[in-house]
């Protein structure tokens, strides 16, 4: 008997009825995307490795899939070298090419390889998926989409504005209640200095990027793991703490920074964005033990938690000074966020939130009696479908329970029904396949309905 095919780990298929989810989500944030003015690009699944490596941390080239040359990749080698070089070194030999393992280091690549070509300030937006060579386990998968955009060769923070409201826009439309949470790395490097560690600026903040998931003991440990003084871990509490409105903790944030230029800059930022963010649908908090893990965050850091569901963040983002500079370009500001695809299909899923005209390919199925019945379906099918109605005609003459069945395996809402009395009289039997009445109606009449 032959083996049954599989899928190799931490990928996934997805059914036609989890596709029609995914491409709701999609279709809802390209929708907005491109309402603020944000244009498509996509650039390819593979990328040079030389564009690739170095660019995640030693950690991050280990993740990196790599693709073999095409032909003989072993030319020009002997058996003794083969045998005796490292895997790194083969990889190096053998492999020039790789699967992108994020969508922003191909943008760089992109903004620097295509500048003459482009306006700036660059307003694009990609959803594509990525690859990243990671242990699978639940809610992490080898390949997965991102859904970024971002602005580049702006540093006005009208932008870090728009794209909290396009976040705000994205889950209203989603009927999503979530939480905004904003920081400002300046404003970390400010306390870093305040509390006489600013060479420990990387340690605090991904520790302290850990509050939610860890807890406050926990970071404390892990901040005096890190070499951080007692005393400065001590002074760091009230502000890990810091309760109380936006303004409130802004005009506490003035006092405790008063000495730190850049901290004050990180306070000024974020009170100009804040004051722009008037009348959201969602919350929009000003959250100091923000941190974002990664290092090439330097200004404003946005993260979005949902309000009903237990799930990590949703959306996440910021403000960065130098994007392609790795590519020998150095200056470009820009900001941009990133909607995790994944994790919001959980959150609807759990919440029952997809719009059923979303979920519901199929609107309307024609039963097949017959070569004479389904030549006058066919005719009907044109108009429905000329009005835009999603239907379809079942294919073989078969009985009536079997293309029934058929319809509710599919969740089709309306089934048509012309059998030898409707085509005496060139009119349709509509069934609701969910209340089960049925109305005897002209093609004309069925396309209103539908309307």
């Not at 719009?355 to 309307?364: I, S």
Request: charged share 25%.
């Amino acid at each position: 008997m032959a083996q049954k095919p599989s899928i190799p780990k931490g990928t996934r298929d997805f059914s036609p009825v989890e596709m029609a989810k995914r491409n709701y989500i999609f279709d809802t944030i390209k929708g907005v995307y491109a309402l603020y003015g944000f244009q498509q690009i996509e650039t390819p699944a593979m990328e040079n490795l030389s564009t690739l490596m170095g660019k995640y941390g030693e950690e991050g080239d280990k993740l990196l899939f790599k693709i073999l040359n095409s032909g003989d990749f072993l030319h020009g080698m002997t058996a003794e070298e083969v045998a005796t070089t490292s895997t790194l070194k083969l990889a190096a030999r053998f492999c020039e090419k790789g699967l992108r393992y994020d969508l922003t280091v191909p943008f760089a690549r992109y903004v620097v390889q295509h500048r003459e070509e482009l306006a700036l300030p660059f307003k694009r937006y990609q959803i594509q998926p990525v690859w990243r060579a990671d242990r699978p386990q639940k809610g992490r998968y080898r390949e997965f989409y991102q859904c970024d955009a971002d602005v580049v060769g702006s540093d006005s923070l009208l932008n870090e504005v728009e794209l909290m409201e396009i976040v705000d826009t994205v889950f209203t439309r989603f009927g999503v209640r979530v939480c905004i949470k904003i920081n400002n790395r300046k404003i970390l490097t400010g306390i870093a200095e305040m509390i006489g560690q600013a060479d420990k600026i990387v340690d605090i903040t991904v520790a302290i990027d850990k509050l939610d998931k860890i807890g406050l003991e926990a970071v404390n440990a892990e901040l005096a793991e890190d070499g951080i003084p007692a005393e400065a871990i001590e002074k760091l509490q009230p502000i890990i703490n810091l309760s109380g409105t936006n303004g409130e903790k802004l005009a506490t944030m003035k006092e405790v920074l008063r000495e730190s230029e850049v901290g004050l800059k990180g306070v000024e930022e974020t009170e100009y964005i804040l004051s722009k963010l008037t009348g959201l649908n969602n919350e929009i908090e000003l959250d100091l033990t923000l941190a974002r893990g990664l290092n090439y965050y330097t200004g404003a850091i946005f993260e979005v938690k949902a309000l009903d569901v237990q799930i990590g963040s949703i959306t996440g983002g910021g403000r960065y000074d130098n994007l392609t500079g790795i590519f020998g370009m150095p200056g470009l500001s820009g900001v941009g966020i990133s909607f995790g695809a994944d994790r919001i299909f959980d959150v609807l899923n759990q919440l029952d939130l997809y719009p059923k005209e979303a979920v519901n390919a199929t609107q309307l199925l024609f039963v097949n009696f017959g070569e004479a019945e389904a030549d006058f379906c066919l005719q009907v099918l044109k108009k429905v479908r000329a009005a835009g109605v999603r239907a379809e005609i079942y294919p073989d003459a078969a009985k009536m329970k079997k293309q029934m069945s058929y319809a509710n395996a599919k969740g089709i809402p309306f089934v048509a029904i012309v059998g030898e009395s409707e085509l005496a009289e060139g009119k349709i039997n509509l069934k609701n396949m969910t209340t089960g009445e049925q109305q005897l109606v002209s093609a004309e009449e069925l396309v209103e309905i539908f309307k």
